[in-house]
């Protein structure tokens, strides 16, 4: 009896063992904490000044363009490395839920019909929107919408905001300009964007490995006005 009793108090040991750790396993995969930072965030390292944006078409006929332009103007005397990314985005609060639209984008009722950050990856460039994965930007929450996982507007893995003609981090020395791109491509209800997210990352401060939140020494969202062409 005693030993049939032991065996009963083994089996179930083990039960709950495997079944906790599927549970945990499971949070893990599907439950990433994301803290986006605040609204706005400044930096005594330097300056972000003469902000513009201007629209325009894709020289082909695919798309309108969004052309944000901007300095940097390094207030200190030495050279900072610099990670940055500019996302342009069509934000609603009040769309009707379709095929169309994409993931909330965390909390707060926001849905995102458009998201095209710069630098846009590789394996999203010339690709339809509803194709684009966008993965540096997706988190898996328990309760996405698409399988990818839900878009927020904060990068998983900064050190990818790099300078396209470089390779490498941008070289703050004592000013330095910038230009971002960002294609809103025709299709079935179309929209263009509302606002431009940028966000300005020390690359010193960027040890921690992919997947780990690091806070940008600059971040600010700008409304989208006025009339295109």
Not at 92 to 102: G, K, N, Q, Y
Not at 163 to 189: A, C, D, I, M
Request: no cysteine; glycine share 6%.
């Amino acid at each position: 009896m005693k030993k049939v009793i032991f065996s009963i108090f083994i089996l179930f040991l083990a039960t709950t063992i495997v079944g906790q750790t599927q549970q945990n396993t499971t949070r893990a995969v599907t439950d990433e904490t994301v803290t986006l930072p605040i609204q706005s965030l400044r930096t005594h390292l330097f300056d972000v000044e003469k902000f513009s944006m201007s629209f325009g078409y894709e020289p082909r006929g695919f798309g309108e363009v969004l052309t944000a332009e901007f300095n940097i103007r390094n207030k200190t005397d030495d050279e900072i490395e610099l990670y940055i990314y500019a996302i342009a985005t069509y934000e609603s609060e009040d769309f009707d839920t379709s095929s169309f639209t994409m993931p909330r984008p965390g909390e707060g009722g926001v849905t995102i019909l458009n998201f095209v950050p710069y630098p846009l990856a590789q394996e999203d460039n010339d690709v339809p929107p509803h194709k684009m994965k966008n993965l540096n930007f997706r988190y898996k929450t328990g309760n996405d919408a698409d399988p990818l996982g839900t878009l927020q507007k904060f990068p998983r893995d900064p050190k990818l905001g790099i300078n396209p003609l470089t390779g490498g981090p941008y070289k703050l020395k004592e000013t330095l300009f910038v230009q971002t791109k960002h294609v809103s491509k025709y299709r079935k209800n179309y929209v263009f964007f509302n606002y431009l997210t940028l966000l300005i990352f020390d690359a010193k401060n960027l040890t921690d490995e992919k997947g780990k939140l690091n806070p940008p020494l600059f971040r600010q969202v700008y409304r989208i006005h006025g009339k295109r062409k």
